[in-house]
């Protein structure tokens, strides 16, 4: 992303007292903005993905209070970033290796008595983007187990707080604190160097990458426990990665199958949920109220999207809508014989509304009921059940 389309953040004013909220809420701005950039960065200098995201976390609490108190300097990640990086010469002080990394730690570092980092950005468009893809690599490798790197992508690529991870994931915050922990921990014992791996084994390990945002985005559509059928702040926050996976990775096909599966996805919330939150089904959903704009965006990113039982249920959809339920029984019972998607509600919940209107009311019910238990969604759960009663009528 070019500099030029990076929001500008609004000045603290200096007069009067410290004005913590205003400060506040331009940290916040800035390190969703560029979280990403600036701890890539600081784990490229330092070579430590652990030792980055602390020291750039330390810079964060540094601003809080000197940018309420001075109000925000010229260029605010400039600011941050050498506040980090004397953190990082401290660190190595404590640790008491003066080794090469401190020398060239302190060499970087050398500036003008008093300098603020109010100077240009000590990185290229081209620097950033390795910064950025690595750190995605990083933060997704095969060596840690799935949820860990849900939480550890959403906080150092997303930017989010361990509270905002927790509502999203729906688990206790120490819980996330102590995967994102472990999680550096596992990349330190692995030596996993931030680094972008080499093209055949970036080609191996991206799907690790985009099967990570995949579940975020599927979190965020339906989520699979809780009281909302929508989550669309995770949603976003994937199609958001994902945006950014496909900008620093143009010739790769499967990362623009995601955007566009996310992306048209996205496209029906508007019209998923009635004003009291319940869902609504497709059938039944105003179209008027779709995003078209995500429409488009998800049809110009559509290259071509990995065969999948998923793809094939929805292929099966769309084909009950041009030619009847009959045609399309047939591919969802090909996709069930494969038994991919053995313990998912979707399959039962598609077979159950073909049967009903193929007037196989019995089996119909009894799929939809099967689904209901599979469900974990509360709405969602109760749309299958609504369904299954009203075949009774």
Known sequence: MARADRPALSTVTTDGPPDVEAARRAVEALWRIESARIIGALARYTGDFALAEDVAQEAVAQ????????????????????????????????????????????????????????GDLP???????????????????PVLAPPARLALTLRVVGGLSCEEI???????????????????????????????????????????????????????????????????????????????????????????????????????FPARVD???????????????????????????????????????????????????QPALALVDEVAATGRLAGSHLLPGVRGELLARLGRTAEARAELEFAARLCRNVRERTVLLRRADDLDG
Not at 125 to 138: C, E, G, I, K, S
Not at 209 to 216: D, M, Q, R, S
Not at 221 to 239: F, H, M, W
Not at 242 to 260: C, F, I, K, N, S
Request: proline letters at 7%; one cysteine or more; glycine letters at 8%.
């Open 166 to 268: 927790a509502r999203a994931l729906l688990v206790p915050v120490p819980t996330v604190q102590a995967r994102i922990t472990r999680a550096k921990k596992t990349i330190a014992a692995a030596r996993v160097p931030f680094a972008l791996p080499e093209p055949p084994q970036r080609r191996e390990r991206l799907g690790a990458v985009l099967g990570t945002l995949y579940v975020i985005f599927t979190e965020g559509s339906t989520a699979t426990a809780g009281a909302d059928l929508l989550r669309p702040d995770l949603a976003y926050e994937a199609i958001r990665l994902a945006r950014t996976l496909a900008a620093l990775l143009p010739a790769e096909p499967e990362v623009y199958g995601l955007l566009a599966l996310c992306e048209l996805t996205a496209a029906r």
């Open 63 to 118: 601003a809080l209070v000197g940018w309420a108190r001075d109000g925000v300097p010229a260029n605010p990640v400039g600011w941050l970033l050498t506040t980090a990086r004397r953190r990082a010469v401290d660190a190595f002080r404590r640790r008491a290796a003066l080794d090469d990394r401190y020398a060239v730690l302190a060499g970087q570092l050398a500036e003008p008595a008093g300098g603020s980092g109010d």
């Open 123 to 141: 990185w290229g468009p081209d620097r950033v983007d390795d910064d950025v893809l690595a750190l995605m690599f990083v933060a997704c490798h």
């Open 275 to 325: 004003a009291d939150g319940e869902a609504v089904l497709l059938a039944d959903q105003d179209r008027r109220r779709w995003d078209r704009s995500a429409v488009r965006r998800g049809m110009a990113a559509l290259g071509r999207v990995a065969p999948s039982p998923v793809v094939e249920l929805n292929r099966a959809v769309a084909v009950a809508m041009a030619d009847g339920p």
